[in-house]
């Protein structure tokens, strides 16, 4: 019945919200935020511990504040992303201005695939069309395979009425695809600040253990892709910002596995950099370090449970 119902909301979502007029969609976002926020909710109470990890000097006030905007910052990404099968090019370049797209583009003219890495940031499925329309570059990402399965149909395509490659996280073809894409000079975009299996590489990330997937730096190990990370924010106007960074190169010595982590490290070290500089914008609103998994349900219960992910998500 849960699974039938987030079904149906969901689908709700595609077929109603994108009719509505923009000020209104805006405004019906932020009153369902500010009610989520109000109502001190599970996923609430996890934004809130993972911010204060964060903004570790942040006072309880300065935390409401931060997850109340951050709340008002998730559901703009779903109030979007609901909207983005109608926006025309025009309107994705009038609303996205992403810096250091020298490097994507830099990396594809060599022909040797591109790896795009990313957190929870702002709105990712925006970034995605950006690329698709703007820059005329399909791409492959996964996502997790979600319950009802009829969820996970709707959300692939979705993904890929907007001109993405989807496939499952799970199944064990991912990877494999993965790398073809890439040694054919292909894109790939995965969002990879938190790890979805117990495979992930631990890494230290504001002070203490995480563990994020390995599969973007062992990608770009075996195939020779240029792996970019990629941070994204919301300013006060209705423009998202964003910022492909330097590329993380492969270092010349060690194992693969001293590799994987050197690399992974650096990504987690970028992310944390553009998490500090827009911690609202950071819809983590799900258990990420290794101590706060850990815990026991009993001693967990305060802190809450994870959250849905983004249609489960957003191709990690």
């Not at 995605?128 to 570059?137: A, E, F, M, S």
């Not at 504001?206 to 892709?225: E, S, V, Y």
């Not at 010349?252 to 990504?267: D, I, V, Y």
Request: hydrophobic fraction near 40%.
């Amino acid at each position: 019945m849960k699974e039938r119902l987030s079904d149906g909301l969901y689908g709700a979502g595609w077929a109603t919200v994108k009719k509505l007029p923009e000020p209104v969609a805006a405004g019906l976002g932020r009153r369902i935020a500010d009610l989520s926020w109000k109502r001190r909710g599970k996923s609430v109470l996890r934004l809130e511990s993972n911010l204060a990890r964060v903004v570790p000097d942040a006072t309880p006030e300065r935390l409401a504040e931060l997850s109340k905007a951050g709340m008002r910052s998730y559901m703009r990404y779903w109030m979007e992303s609901f909207r983005l099968p109608t926006w025309s090019k025009e309107r994705v370049e009038r609303e996205v201005d992403i810096k250091g797209v020298q490097h994507l583009q830099e990396g594809l003219a060599a022909g040797r695939g591109v790896v795009l890495a990313l957190p929870h940031l702002a709105n990712w499925d925006l970034a995605g069309v950006w690329v698709t329309r703007c820059l005329g570059v399909p791409f492959t990402t996964v996502a997790e395979r979600l319950k009802p399965e009829t969820l996970y149909d709707r959300f692939v395509a979705y993904r890929e009425s907007l001109g993405m490659e989807v496939l499952p996280h799970t199944g064990g073809s991912a990877f494999g695809t993965l790398a073809r894409r890439l040694r054919a000079g292909g894109l790939v975009c995965l969002v990879a600040d938190r790890d979805l299996s117990a495979s992930g590489t631990e890494v230290t990330f504001f002070g203490d253990t995480a563990r994020m997937p390995a599969g973007p730096a062992i990608l770009a190990q075996q195939t020779g892709a240029v792996l970019l990370p990629v941070t994204l924010w919301y300013d006060d106007t209705s423009v998202m910002r964003g910022r492909i960074h330097a590329p993380i190169d492969v270092p010349e010595s060690g194992t693969r596995a001293e590799k994987t982590s050197e690399m992974t490290q650096a990504l987690a070290d970028v992310f944390a950099t553009g998490i500090a500089d827009h911690p609202e914008d950071w819809h983590m609103l799900q258990r990420l370090w290794l101590a706060d998994l850990e815990e026991r349900p009993e001693s967990g219960a305060a802190a809450g449970t994870a959250g849905t992910e983004r249609g489960g998500e957003r191709g990690e």
